[in-house]
Nanobody, 124 residues
């Protein structure tokens, strides 16, 4: 599935941003979808995910209570609402997809399709 991420930018600490990920030409109903982030020199890390065909979600501890992942099957999009942003949230954010799986939703290596990444910068 081809993914297109958008919505990154600059925010002040405490502010909000909303990221969106659109899948082209395919329904996402049988796909697990997730958001991940990466800073230079570090591994890509899990942020949030939502299970295909379900409302089940998972969040990294670092973002729990501040970020919300949601999906629209009709529009084939997945969004990440980021509130109460912190400077440590600064990273390139990627949306990822994998065919619905029983494997833990947080397992970054099991996601097979990736968007191009969008930069989020949070100033203090």
């Amino acid at each position: 599935v081809q993914l297109q991420a958008s919505g990154g930018g600059l925010a002040h600490a405490g502010g909000s941003l909303r990221l969106s990920c659109a899948a082209s030409g395919r329904s996402l109903s049988n796909w697990d979808m997730g958001w991940f982030r990466q800073v230079p020199g570090m591994e890509r890390e899990f942020v949030a995910s939502v299970k295909g065909g379900s409302s089940a979600t998972r969040y990294a501890d670092a973002v729990k209570g501040r970020f919300t992942i949601s999906r629209s099957y009709a529009q084939s999009t997945v969004s990440l609402q980021m509130n109460s942003l912190k400077p440590e949230d600064t990273a390139v954010y990627y949306c990822g997809a994998r065919r619905r799986s029983v494997v833990d939703l947080t397992s970054t290596s099991t996601y097979t399709d990736w968007g191009q990444g969008t930069l989020v910068t949070v100033s203090s």
